[in-house]
């Protein structure tokens, strides 16, 4: 393990698409989701349920999800609503900003749509990581529960950070939930929030970073 200040672990994480096959040692993952269980949360209700998956099982979901994405099968229905459906400003500019920014560091264009399906599929190969976490969460759980679950997947990817890993989040694998269902057989009770690719940096892969709001758009210090 890494010594890592914790302000680097901070502004050195971001959502990686590109990594190695590198397999991932079983103590690392072990320390991070130990560690991460300190998340905070409300009256310590602890309502994130996690699965890490890798070798076998992994690929085998790989498989099944690449042969609906073949089939050109439907998304299975929603759980949640992953953005409101208008977006106001300025998150509308944001989201088309890092659209721009994320497709054109690959050279598709905004009407190429058939190009931007072939790079969006590459959610569901995990951009070629070894390790896979799916984060569930009860289906009774309220907005604080899940502001709560999100803590806890930012102290696991800081975490990871000072292991030497990588990793991002993918509210993507939600729209195929049935699918990871089949792999995990999760309780009933839980709905798929997102998955979370993990593994080491594969440095051949280029992607810009998506900048930040400036303190000012998104901070307000009030004082005497």
């Known amino acids: 393990m890494t010594t890592m200040n914790v302000y680097d672990a901070v502004t050195t994480r971001r959502a990686v698409r590109g ?4 397999p991932i040692p079983q103590p690392a993952l072990e320390r991070v989701l ?9 009256s310590n209700l602890q ?8 070798g076998a099982p ?7 999800v690449g042969e609906r994405l073949a089939a050109e099968d439907s998304w299975d229905e929603p759980q949640y609503e992953m953005y409101p459906p208008e977006l106001k400003s300025p998150y509308r500019e944001r989201r088309s900003a890092f659209g721009t920014q994320r497709y054109g560091a690959l050279g598709i264009s905004r009407e190429d749509v058939e190009a931007r399906q072939r790079a969006a599929a590459d959610n569901w190969a995990c951009f070629g990581a070894p390790a896979a976490l799916f984060c569930y969460i009860d289906r009774d759980m309220g907005r604080p529960q899940w502001s709560d679950v999100g803590m806890y997947l930012q102290t696991v990817m800081l975490l990871l950070r000072a292991e030497g890993l990588h990793s991002c989040t993918q509210m ?11 792999v995990l057989s999760p309780p009933s009770e ?27 758009e998104t901070v307000s210090f009030v004082s005497g």
């Open 58 to 64: 992994l690929a085998e979901l790989k498989k099944r």
């Open 190 to 216: 839980l709905i798929l929030f997102c998955g979370m690719s993990i593994g080491f940096e594969d440095p051949t892969i280029i992607h810009p970073r998506t900048g930040r709001a400036p303190l000012d």
């Open 47 to 54: 309502p994130w349920h996690t699965y890490v998956v890798t």
């Open 19 to 22: 990594f190695t096959d590198q």
């Open 34 to 42: 130990s560690a991460a269980a300190w998340s905070p949360s409300g």
């Open 172 to 182: 993507a694998w939600a729209k195929f939930h049935k699918t990871v269902a089949q």
